[in-house]
């Protein structure tokens, strides 16, 4: 593992409940990561997003995969200290349910990188299987 929660903290500004990655375990500084999201029985959405069958809602997947994006492009050092807002998503397709006990692989690929904004390309997996895939752009304040 890279980085712990209390050290993902210290790069993106998210915190309980909506800090939502767990760990970072590859990354290239401004280039890609792969994180983790360990999805837990107790997690706050499950309450009220299919109680009799909980899944974690895709806009959700989505964001953790934002957050893992965030954490390369924010440990950049010349963008150390900003915050990076969602600009688009794109082409989002769900493929399989993620419920609680899995572990959400994310894979973010980023693409053009300008001063100000950048692309990427991200991927959830559970089991080895694609849960997600979509196209963030991504806006530096």
């Known amino acids: 593992m890279l980085f712990d929660k209390e050290q993902i903290m210290k790069i993106i500004p998210h915190r309980e409940p909506f800090l939502l990655i767990d760990e970072v375990v590859e990354m290239e500084t401004g280039e890609s990561i792969t994180a983790i999201k360990h999805v837990k029985e107790d997690e706050y959405y499950f309450r009220g997003h299919f109680p009799e069958e909980p899944v974690m809602p895709g806009v959700l997947i989505v964001e953790t995969l934002a957050q ?74």
């Open 68 to 141: 893992a994006g965030a954490v390369a492009v924010l440990s950049m050092e010349e963008n150390r200290g900003k915050t990076a807002y969602f600009g688009g998503i794109r082409e989002a397709k769900f493929r399989r349910k993620v419920v609680p006990g899995d572990d959400l692989i994310l894979k973010v690929k980023l693409d053009r990188m300008r001063s100000r904004a950048g692309t990427g390309e991200c991927e959830a997996y559970v089991a080895g299987e694609l849960a997600c895939r979509c196209s963030i752009l991504f806006v530096l304040g």
